[in-house]
Nanobody, 124 residues
């Protein structure tokens, strides 16, 4: 009933930029923290950045100064602006959100949801 839909991945040369988007929809009471994770082949999935509903942000050291996370609470959407991309940024990027599910107007449960993943490839 609740879904996260991602867009914005693609192929880019080193030094270039991409902007990822992720929108939550469905029977939602409240969207709490939202974030981006990534997973390269043979590697563990790891946090890239996250942002609270109040706008507090956290970044992995490897992307600090290059990536910017933001959100639009009215649209239940989170963004990841990626600048000065490097080949080591190549991975599948997954959106994640902690969401209170609604029954009518009443919150009933809180779960983490995942987007479908979007491929980011950075060439040399």
């Amino acid at each position: 009933q609740v879904q996260l839909v991602e867009s914005g991945g693609g192929l880019v040369q080193a030094g270039g930029s991409l902007r990822l988007s992720c929108a939550a929809s469905g029977s939602i009471f409240k969207v709490n923290v939202m974030g981006w994770y990534r997973q390269a082949p043979g590697k563990q999935r790891g946090l890239v950045a996250n942002i609270t509903s109040g706008g507090r942000t956290n970044y992995a050291d490897s992307v600090k100064g290059r990536f910017t996370i933001s959100r639009d609470n009215a649209k239940n959407t989170v963004y990841l602006q990626m600048n000065r991309l490097k080949p080591e940024d190549t991975a599948v990027y997954y959106c994640n959100a902690l969401i209170w599910v609604a029954a009518g107007t009443v919150p009933i449960d809180e779960y983490y949801y995942w987007g479908q993943g979007t491929q980011v490839t950075v060439s040399t």
